[in-house]
Each structure stands twice: as structure tokens, then as C-alpha cells.
């Protein structure tokens, strides 16, 4: 009976890790939605709020740090349970890189109130953002579930977000070449087009670790990527 106590208890702890996990990407999904109505309502309040939630996404990180090393040292896990529980860390810390996408989104936000308008459409951008909301839900459901299968769905969509990255960027990029006084307020919206790229590249991290919960191996297939606007690798953070 004792033993069975134990495991209870084991399995106890990975669950609070598991919900804390899903607490974070909800929070994260829901800066990413805030920073988009910003954007396109020109909204500083939400903006605002945006940044001051990235305080909460980095507190669960370090819960989620401190949680699974503790399960570590005081359950000395070995095999999947020893996997998925690294793997929590990891995927943490890709979700707290996705919150800070959405906090430097929200603060492009103030800065494009500030600088010449551009009459740029803007709904590649809200499209961009409902990919990586849906991303973010069926990777967590991935994760809940341990179906490696619905992770390599998540894994193989980011080309969606790359390309329409690129359409953007092009499109960008000939309003600087028509007109100097754009320069700024493009240069902006790429950060925040960037940002958002970038967040799905995380997205897929998580995919890939996921996956290597359930299956035990890495994914073998090259990842699809659509982004070959520039040979740098930028990041868009600042």
C-alpha cells in the first residue's frame, strides 16, 4: 500500500505540472489576441495590459522550473516520466519566448501611434495570429492527450505562417521603395510580422518535444519552411 501511495503521489505532481503547463500557453495564447486588437484598434490601454501579463507568463516558467526539478531530486523519475517531465521544462521556455513576441508586438503598438500612418492592410496579420491561437490550442491538446500524431499536424502548419510572413514582407518592402516617409511604420510592422513568425517556430519546438514525450525518439522528417525573405536570422525582439 505504501507503494501505491507513492505512485498516486508521483502521478499527483505530474498532473499540477501539466495544468501549469496549460496555464501558460492559455495565457500566452491570450497576449497574442490582446496584442492583435491593439494593433488593429490602435488600443495603448491593451497594449499595455499586453506587457504587464509577460510578469505573469514568467512567474509559471520559473513555477514550472522549480516544480520539475523538485520532481526530479524528490522522485528520482526514470524513462517516460523522466522525459516528459524535462521536456516540461523545455516547453516552458518556449512558451515564455512566445510571450515575449507578444509583449514586443504590444510594444510596436505605441510606437506606430507615434510615427507616420500606413495604409497597409492588416488582416495578414490577424490571419497570422488566428494560426498561431489554433497552433498554440491543438499543441497543448497534443501535449494533454499524448498524440504524437495531432504534434506532427501542429509541426507541419508553420509553413502556412512562414509564407504568409512573406507575403507581408514583400508587400512592406514596396512601400519603403515608393515612399521614404513609410520607412519607420513599415520597418515596425515587419518587427511585429517577425515576431509573430517566430512564435510559430516555438510552436513547433513544442511539436517536436511532444512528440518525443509520446514516441520516446526525435522527429526524423526535415522540418517545411516557406521564410526566405532574408538568409539572416534575425531576431525580431527588441
Not at 497570422?128 to 499543441?139: F, G, L, Q
Request: aromatic share 6%.
Amino acid at each position: 500500500m505504501p507503494h501505491s501511495h507513492i505512485v498516486s503521489s508521483f502521478d499527483d505532481d505530474l498532473s499540477q505540472l501539466r495544468n501549469k503547463i496549460v496555464e501558460m500557453a492559455e495565457l500566452v495564447s491570450k497576449q497574442f489576441r490582446d496584442a492583435e486588437q491593439a494593433l488593429v484598434n490602435n488600443d495603448l490601454k491593451l497594449a499595455r495590459i499586453v506587457r504587464e501579463t509577460d510578469i505573469q507568463v514568467d512567474q509559471l516558467e520559473q513555477d514550472i522550473e522549480k516544480s520539475a526539478i523538485e520532481l526530479i531530486a524528490i522522485r528520482s523519475p526514470l524513462a517516460d516520466d523522466l522525459r516528459e517531465i524535462i521536456s516540461a521544462i523545455k516547453i516552458s521556455n518556449a512558451l515564455e519566448r512566445i510571450g515575449d513576441y507578444a509583449k514586443n508586438m504590444s510594444k510596436r503598438v505605441v510606437v506606430l501611434n507615434e510615427t507616420q500612418k500606413l495604409d497597409v492592410n492588416l488582416s495578414v496579420v490577424s490571419q497570422m495570429i488566428e494560426i498561431i491561437d489554433i497552433m498554440n490550442k491543438d499543441v497543448i491538446q497534443a501535449y494533454m492527450n499524448k498524440a504524437s500524431d495531432k504534434a506532427i499536424s501542429v509541426w507541419t502548419r508553420d509553413i502556412v505562417v512562414d509564407n504568409l510572413y512573406e507575403s507581408l514582407f514583400r508587400e512592406l518592402l514596396t512601400y519603403m521603395m515608393e515612399n521614404p516617409e513609410y520607412i519607420t511604420p513599415a520597418t515596425h510592422l515587419l518587427f511585429v510580422a517577425k515576431n509573430i513568425e517566430r512564435a510559430g517556430d516555438h510552436l513547433t519546438n513544442i511539436a517536436e518535444l511532444i512528440y518525443y514525450i509520446v514516441e520516446g525518439t526525435p522527429i526524423e522528417m526535415v522540418r517545411p519552411k516557406g521564410d526566405y525573405s532574408s538568409e539572416a536570422n534575425v531576431e525580431f525582439t527588441s
